[in-house]
């Protein structure tokens, strides 16, 4: 595996709930294609099964929305960079950078649940996008990508 380099960079919570969110739809749009597009007896194959089960995860994912209070919070995310020049992420590392960032993204939340004087109504909605990011992270991380030739 190449050796993967790491940029903190400083963003809002609502563009970094977009930014994985975005990682995470083009990563479904990348396995259904995958799937739909190779012929009928491909698509009995073990790999394309998987191929096919990730793409499925994916599309039962709900973008969490953020509420528009919550939205200019700051938060301190990790991007990778391949090291390699001219390569880019494999997908499970575009998959390992969105779950980063929801990880992220909920540490700040829990920071945020926990300042006193915080309405139990926005306190609530904090919990709830939380727990939203926490679900689709837990799925995230238990998707499989299949290898070229496996």
Known sequence: MAKIKF????STVADAVGEAWAELE???????????????????????????????????????????????TEVTIQRWAN???????????RCGQACDIIDSVVTELE???????VDQDKKEAVEALRDALEEIRN????????GMYG
Request: net charge negative.
């Open 111 to 117: 920071s945020e649940a926990k300042v006193d004087g």
């Open 7 to 10: 940029t903190r960079v400083k």
């Open 139 to 146: 799925e995230a991380e238990g998707l499989e990508f299949p």
């Open 83 to 93: 090291a390699r020049k001219g390569r880019g992420l494999s997908r499970a590392d």
């Open 26 to 72: 083009s990563l479904k749009d990348e396995f259904r294609e995958m799937h739909d597009n190779c012929n009928e007896g491909l698509q009995q194959t073990q790999k394309m099964q998987t191929v096919d089960e990730t793409a499925s995860t994916l599309e039962n994912m709900s973008e969490p929305e953020v509420p528009d209070w919550l939205c200019p």
